[in-house]
Structures are given as C-alpha cells and as structure tokens.
C-alpha cells in the first residue's frame, strides 16, 4: 500500500496541472469569499445574515475545482492510455483507487483548509465593523463559526472524491465532470424551480451541495432541511456510494 | 461562404450520438416540466386578486384614505401637514414605530374614487421629502421636508401645479403635470396611505416585512371651494391594516387626522409585492441551459477525445469554416430546443400557475413573445458559448469547468441560493454570461416603490436586450479565441 501511495504521488505531482488544480482552487475561493463579506452588511439586530455562510461563500465556486481535481485524478489516465501501465504496476485495483482517494483527499483537504481558513478569518476581521456585532447578536469566535470552517473543509475533500468514484465508474474526464457538476448544480436549481414545498425540502435533504451547506450554517439551525453534521454525512455517503461504485466497476471491467 | 456539405457533415455527427440527442430531449422536456409541475399554491382565485389597471396600462396599487368633496373647474387646495408617523405591528406584539420610506400624506386630485383613474398629488414622504406624483408612473421631486406646507393648483383645466413650503409664505414650485382628458369635476382633497414596509438585511435571505400603517395631522386646510368632507377608503385595505387604529378620518376643530394604509404607486412583484413574476414559468429553463451548454461542450471535446478532429479538418482545410459549421449547427439545435420548449412553458405554466391561485400581473403579447423567444436565443448563445470555450480548451473535463463557472455559478450564487448581498448579486449579472437571463424579466423596477429588487425575484439590473448583449460579447470573445486558436495549433 505505501508504495501504491508513493506511487499516485509522484505522477499526481509531476503532472503541472496539479499546482495549478490547488492553486485555483485556492485563489478561487478566497475571491469569492471575499467579495462576498466585503458586500455584506448588518444594519439592524437579528439582520438573518449567517457569517459563516458569508465567509464560506467561496465553496459554491471552489467546489467546481475540487470536483474537476477528483475526476482528472483518473480521468487523465484513461485519455493518455496510462491507465494500462498503471494496473499493470498494481494489479489490485481496490488498492489503486484507496491509493488515488488518500493522494488526492491530503492535498485537497490542506488546500480547502488553508483557503477556507483564511476566507473564515477575514470574515472574523472585517464582519463587526460591517454591523456583525455581539449588540446585534453575533458572536464570531464561537465553536460554531469552527464547526461550520470543519465541515466546509471536509466537504470541499469529499467532493473531490465523489469526483474520483465517478470518474471510475465512467472512465471518461468530460462525461464526468458533467456528471459531478450537475449532481452539484442542479439539485438546488431544481429545488428552485420546484413549486411544491415539501418536494424542494426533500430535494435539499438528497442534494449534496445543499445538505454540504447545511454544515456551514451557524444560526436558525432548527430551519434547516438536515441538522449540520447530517448534512456532512449526506454528502459522505455520496461521495462513499460514487468510489464502491466505481471501484466495483474498476474491477469487474478491462481497463 | 460555408458549403451546405459542410454543415451537414456536422449536423450528421450531432445527430448520430444518441446521448446527445437524448440530451436534448431531456432539455426540452425540462423546459416544460418545471412550468407545470404544479407545485406552487396561492389564494388568488377568480378575480379575487386582480389589480386595478393606471391609465398607462400598467398594473397599479391604489388604496389609501380619502378625505375629499368634489371639485368643478380650476381652483387650489392648501394644507399644511404637521406630522406624518408610521407603524408596524411589532413582533412582541401591539405597535412599532417604523420609519416608511414612502409612506405618503398630502393633497390630490383624481378623476373619481374608482382605484386605477388618473391623479396628481403633492404629498411629504416618510422619508424621501417633498413628492409631486401623478398617474402611478409619475415621480418628481420636491424640498427634503418631512412636514410642511403643500398646495395644489389646478389650471386651465388640465394643467395640475404642486407647490411646496417650510413656512407658508415662501413657496417653490415643484412642478407641474398635464392629465390629459380629466373632468371637469373631480373629487379633491387630502389623503394619507403608507406601503408595505420591507426590511432587507441584504441577500435575499433575510426578508422581514408587514404591512404598515401612517397616521398624518393636517391643519390650515384653505380651499377656493366651499363643500363639505367625506372620507373614503378608496381600494379597500387591500393589505389588511397592521397596526393600530382602524384606517379612517377624524376631526377637531381645524385639525384632521387621517389614519391610512396602502399605497398610490405601480405594482411590482417580489416580496412587497403580490404574486410570483412570469419569469417563474421558465424555471426549468437553466436546468436546459446547463444540458446544453454541456452537450455542445462535448459535440467539441469529443473530436479531440477520438482524434475526428484530423478527419475533420482533412475533410474542410479551411478550420474557420469547420468552426463556423460547428456553432451553426449546436447554435440552431439549441435554439429550436429551447423555443419549443418555452413557447409551451410560458403559455402553459401561466395557466397552471392561475389554476392554482397564484397572482400573476398582465403580461403583453410583446413582453411574453421576448420572454418565450428571447430565452430560447439566450440558451442558443450559451451552447455556442460553450463550443467555443471547448475549442479553446481542446479538454473536455476542463471546458465543462469553465462553463459551469461561468454561467451556472452566477446563477446559482444570486437566484437559486441567493447568498450574495444585493450589491454582489447585481454585479455579477452585469458581468457575467448569467447576466443573458435578463431577457425574463417582466417587470420594472420602480424609484418610488420600495421592493426588494433582487435578481432572486425577476429584477435584473441590467435592460433585457442590454443583458443578452453581454453574452453576445463573452461568446464573441471566445469564438474570435476559438477561430485563432483552431487556426494555429496542429490538430
């Protein structure tokens, strides 16, 4: 297993789209994150603005490169033919792909942390003189405000591993990220669209994007379709559901 | 010139992958299932919601309390208001003091009580000063006073002047407005109404509103005429009085106080307003846009994916054309797509959403034939859009990418979860590719309603055909990066 792992780690980081997948993801984040808590006012007490959500703005783009990371973790291989030297290197395919989901979570995790972290901690800094105060019932050091940061981070990794178990089911880099995307995207779109209440709810409840944010969510916690850590484990099972069923494919199917 | 071979060249190898026309099935289909999956309720049966109609056409709120006699022939009213405050019900229960933008108290003259008939009124403001407005759209500005002196002359039959004062002896004229066809007499007098009031704490997230109530105090009412006072609430208390006294008039000696609630202004949708925009018949269409744009994505990607590209460009050297044939063909497979899908959305979903109570304001043909057609082509654009991009980018993992960053974000981040406060939000459908779905908006957005205006609710900031415009630059951009991108590399 470590030399799988060693492996996946000296092609994932000799290929040059890797720093820049990271950095993007990096860069991409923040800019959102940043706008958004430089727009963001609270003018009057229990103004409904969750300061969490506003700092962790950034997900709704970053998530997109952490989806797209995931898929060219394998997708790449397919296109170029790789993949045949690279089951020939290790033959046990349930191995390879564990070895693929930790090269790619580590570094994806680091990078959604740092990003994340430094969106969190620019809200923390410039939110109270835009109105985010204790007198108007805000507390931004609270465990919750780490919770929500925690649950972003991990949400943000297991993306890019529901990126990578769908690219093994598929084989395909572009078919992929169109599936991964519109799993994102269009859940909450359609919940939108959707005129019947109890329908949106269920679909924000079966969503991963939706159920992710509820796990950024600091305030009105009983409004919500799934409580935080539910939702995290919503988008667990998405991301576990994509790598056995692409692991089950890995190995059933020829390369 | 492009040879018609081909264009059917690429219209065959569309045409030969299944998925992709299933795909566009699905897109069409979407269209229409979202316009009458029948999900939304109201309460407006029948006739039950219908708004009175302004002498422009448009559709208009006009209720507020009426202390008024009848007027023949020229004449002015003069008043001085001595105070205008407004109320909420407070959520602790009983009454809060608010300050109402436009909560109105002031004189007007209107052509009968019937809500809908031409005006013209000088009025102080809760806070927006002086107003002298006229027939709903009509909105001029006066001295920042929150009460004073205000007269109202009427001339040469039509011709209405408004004049306001801090004093009662220095007088400036605010303007003058022309009421085409008004009787000769009219009913006249003083009036005091006071709208939804809506708090946004930016985002649509948090939207707290009610609505509201103003009390006004008139004194040293003079009047050429000489009758008697009747009040009148004129369009009912459509919104239901929130907060304290009934609405009504009372009097002691040369003091009057009218109690009202409502307001003389166009009708708009969102929050403050009643019903759901048109707009929300053509929900499914950015689940489409995103089937699409992904779908023409591919048509590029894939040549590369399976090195047809040589083939192709062996087949048709000159790779402009290839191009050109490439964006001709997704262009004209989207559009028709789309316009077969939003030319039943938009009738059908009206229907459904009237069937099943929910307010929908009148729509003219016009507007409903640039809301059916004019989504069909934004979608066409973003397919075209999308080729382009994946001609750049020659990956199809990575063009996907980008088009989803591009069209799809936006859109989520200000209408489907609208995280981002107003500002953001407008910005963002200024700039972006997004900023093509103002072509469904139907409604305008008014300097004298407060509403939140929010792309959330159908208000785009940008001017329908100004938004498509946008698009058509970014694609334009990119089909001129495609073009020499093709053009210089090897296949």
Known sequence: MRRAIRAEWAKAWSDPATPWLLAALVV????????????????????????????????????????????????????????????????????????????????????????????????????????????????????????????????????????????????????????????????????????????????????????????QTTIDLHGLPLTPWAGLGVVALWAAGAIATGGVLLWLRDA | MIRAGVIRAEWVKFRSVRGWVVAVVVAAIAIVGFAIDGGAQGSCYGNSCAQPTGPGGEAVSDSFYFVHQALAGNGAITVRVASLTSAVRSPRGGTQRVVVPWAKAGIIVKAGLTPGSAYAAIMVTGSRGVRMQDDFTGDIAGPAMQAGWLRLVRSSGSVITGYASADGTRWTRVGAVTLPGLPTTVQGGLFTTSPQWTQTSLGVAAITGD????????????????????????????????????????????????????????????PSGLGVTPAQTLAGAFIALTILAVTGAMFMTAEYRHRLIRVTLAACPM???????????????????????????????ERVLRSHGVYLPPLTALTETRMIVGTAAALAVCTVLAVAISTVARRGAAAIAAV??????????????????????????????????AVEQTTVQYPQVDDVYAPAYGYFPLAPWAGFAVLCAWTAVFLTLAAVALKRRDA
């Open chain 1, 28 to 215: 991409l984040t923040v800019a959102v994150s940043d706008v958004t808590i430089g727009t963001a006012r609270c003018p009057v007490a229990a103004c409904g603005q969750d300061p969490a959500r506003l700092g962790l703005a950034g997900v709704y783009l970053g998530q997109a490169v952490a989806a797209l990371a995931g898929v060219l973790a394998l997708g790449g291989e397919y296109a170029t033919g790789m993949i045949h030297v690279t089951l020939t290197a290790i033959p046990r395919r349930r191995r390879l792909l564990a070895a693929k989901a930790l090269v790619l979570a580590g570094p994806v995790l680091v990078a959604s942390a740092f990003a994340l972290g430094a969106a969190m901690l620019a809200g923390v800094i410039v939110l109270p003189g835009h109105g985010f105060t204790a007198g108007h019932g805000y507390d931004l050091a609270s465990w919750a405000m780490a919770r929500a940061w925690c649950c972003a981070t991990v949400y943000l990794t297991l993306v890019a591993v529901l990126g990578l178990g769908v690219a093994a089911a598929v084989r395909d880099s572009t078919v992929a990220t169109g599936m991964v995307l519109g799993l994102l995207y269009l859940f909450p779109i359609a919940a939108m669209a959707i005129g019947d209440q109890a329908v949106a709810r269920r679909l924000d409840q079966i969503g991963p994007m939706s159920a992710g944010l509820d796990g």
């Open chain 2, 211 to 270: 609505a509201s109530q103003s009390t006004a105090v008139f004194d040293h009412a003079a009047l050429t005429w000489r009758g008697a006072w009747t009040g009148t609430d004129v369009g009912g208390s459509s919104g239901g009085p929130a907060a304290g006294p009934a609405t009504g008039y009372s009097r002691a000696g040369r003091v009057i106080t009218i109690v009202g609630s409502g307001d003389i202004a166009p009708a708009t949708s969102g």
């Open chain 2, 319 to 349: 790779r402009g054309r290839v191009l050109a044939a490439k964006t001709l063909v997704t262009g004209l497979v989207a559009f028709a797509t789309a316009l077969a899908g939003t030319a039943v959305a938009v009738p059908a979903g």
């Open chain 2, 404 to 437: 989803v960053a591009l069209i799809v974000v936006p859109y989520v981040l200000t209408v489907s979860i609208p995280v981002l406060p107003l500002g953001a939000a407008d910005w963002l459908m200024c700039v972006t590719p997004a900023a093509a779905f």
